[in-house]
């Protein structure tokens, strides 16, 4: 199986401004997810897909290749991910490089392994899946038999539709939630069945391992303090 690494970096992040360039104990954000790539042995290119002239600069320094500048209407806040994968990989088939699957690796989870990246893509292997991703339990006071949502009238109702909740956490099935730092998915199924996931999605734990998706100040903080061998 040809698997593209792929690394979307755009440059107007808001909520940490220019964050995929912005020192993390003392290396950008983005060496983080290019170092991790490049340990992986199962990804056969590792790709930075930005509209950023800085970022693509600081993606060859660190060793990603940079093919295309991404159109900048699909560098916007609102810009979902699908159509940025979409846009790699029609790029690349349209210069003869095709690709079984493409794992989406996002720079703002810096603390994730080469061997997470390696699991999830063996596990797509080995399997029938769609795809793969990461995922964390979900903690028992959010898990979906217990969450409610309100009505117009402010009557609450259990989120599957039960008229009572499970009366202990050890009756709850397991609950997963995306823990986001790996996203393996076929190629057949980002271009023909427009999705990320397919229809059959299969999870691979990262529990016990270190994880944060830096979205704001404090998100950082507890990257900082993991990095320094402190806890996250």
Not at 14 to 33: D, S, V
Request: glycine share 8%; proline share 8%.
């Amino acid at each position: 199986m040809r698997v593209l690494g792929l690394l979307p970096a755009r440059g107007g992040s808001k909520g940490i401004p220019r964050k995929n360039i912005r020192p993390l104990a003392g290396k950008p954000l983005l060496a983080y997810t290019a170092a991790a790539a490049h340990a992986a042995t199962r990804l056969a290119r590792v790709v930075l897909s930005t509209e950023d002239a800085e970022i693509a600069a600081l993606g060859r320094a660190c060793g990603l290749d940079v093919p295309f500048l991404r159109p900048a209407d699909l560098a916007q806040d609102t810009t979902p991910t699908l159509p940025v994968v979409q846009h790699a990989l029609r790029h690349l088939a349209a210069a003869g490089d095709h690709y079984d699957a493409v794992c989406l690796l996002q720079p703002t989870h810096p603390l994730r392994t080469a061997a997470t990246i390696d699991g999830c893509i063996g596990l797509l292997l080995t399997s029938a899946a769609d795809s793969v991703v990461t995922v964390l339990p979900v903690p028992a006071e959010y898990h979906p038999h217990w969450v409610y949502f309100a009505a117009a009238d402010g009557t609450l109702r259990l989120s599957n539709g039960a008229l009572t909740p499970p009366p202990r956490r050890q009756d709850l099935p397991p609950g997963f939630h995306r823990e986001g730092s790996v996203y393996v998915t076929r190629t057949a199924v980002v271009l023909d069945g427009d999705s990320l996931y397919g229809a059959r999605t299969l999870g691979y734990s990262v529990v016990g391992l270190p994880s944060v998706n830096l979205d704001t100040a404090a998100d950082w903080a507890r990257a900082e303090a993991w990095l320094a061998g402190g806890s996250a």
